[in-house]
């Protein structure tokens, strides 16, 4: 006899990238850390449009599991490089995104993320509607 288990899984690769993209359980998403790239794998050299493809990858995680910006409670982000050149542009782009509305969050500087040209990952953790 098979359980039905509380917890739905984002996994639109099939197992492909051996991680589900989002998990939801409880009330709540938590997101894998995602990267600012385009569809091949790609970082663009201007910063702030890999921080725009960061939320939007993400933004797009978050509705396909039923919640939005308007309910993270909180994010990571870890950065690689030079961490003083691009955390203003950084700081911008997710004041364009939350406006006023700014969850916790927690930045950590690492040596290195995936992709070895991209300065951020990010991952979040967010409200369902109701919750």
Do not use: C, W
Not at 35 to 40: E, R, S, Y
Not at 66 to 90: K, Q, R
Not at 114 to 119: K, R, V
């Amino acid at each position: 006899m098979s359980e039905s288990s509380p917890v739905t899984r984002y996994d639109p690769f099939d197992g492909a990238l051996s991680l589900s993209l989002a998990t939801k359980a409880g009330g709540v998403v938590y997101t894998s850390g995602m990267l600012g790239t385009d569809a091949q794998f790609n970082v663009p050299a201007d910063v702030e449009e890999e921080f725009r493809l960061v939320f939007s990858q993400l933004g797009g995680i978050l509705e396909t599991m039923g919640t939005s910006f308007a309910h993270v409670i909180e994010m990571t982000n870890f950065f690689a490089g030079d961490f003083e050149a691009v955390y203003p542009a950084f700081s911008k782009v997710r004041a364009e995104v939350f406006g006023q509305n700014l969850p916790a969050s927690t930045s950590v500087r690492v040596a290195q993320l995936l992709h070895p040209s991209a300065h951020v990952e990010v991952k979040m953790i967010a409200a369902l509607p109701g919750n």
